[in-house]
Nanobody, 124 residues
Framework: QVQLVESGGGLVQAGGSLRISCAASGRTFSSYAMGWFRQAPGKEREFVAAISWSVGRTAYADSIKGRFTISRDNAKNTMYLQMNSLKPEDTAVYYC?????????????????WGQGTQVTVSS
């Protein structure tokens, strides 16, 4: 099993920056990729970004491309999402997830393990 713990969420003004983290533990050797998803009130959970475990290949949603950067510290088994130029539309609960099957999936059903989420609120 894989355990995931998100941290770093909070309240930020529009235009500001925030970095959230996801610490992975347990049976991580079979993981192919890690990803970030978010869910705003009344909306479906949507893909944000993903990164492969071995070579660091990345994928981003169009809505955040150029503003957010996903990264991973292999030694610490920790994934990060650096969020810049934040907008009120970015307000959501952000979840990290692990995918064991190959490919940088962008749908929630393709991921096998999930964290509890961390709240990010962007004010006007």
């Amino acid at each position: 099993q894989v355990q995931l713990v998100e941290s770093g969420g909070g309240l930020v003004q529009a235009g500001g920056s925030l970095r959230i983290s996801c610490a992975a533990s347990g049976r991580t050797f079979s993981s192919y990729a890690m990803g970030w998803f978010r869910q705003a009130p009344g909306k479906e959970r949507e893909f944000v970004a993903a990164i492969s475990w071995s070579v660091g290949r990345t994928a981003y949603a169009d809505s955040i491309k150029g503003r957010f950067t996903i990264s991973r510290d292999n030694a610490k088994n920790t994934m990060y999402l650096q969020m810049n130029s934040l907008k009120p539309e970015d307000t959501a609960v952000y979840y990290c997830a692990v995918k064991e099957s190959r490919g940088l999936g962008i749908v929630t059903m393709s991921y096998d393990y999930w964290g509890q989420g961390t709240q990010v609120t962007v004010s006007s």
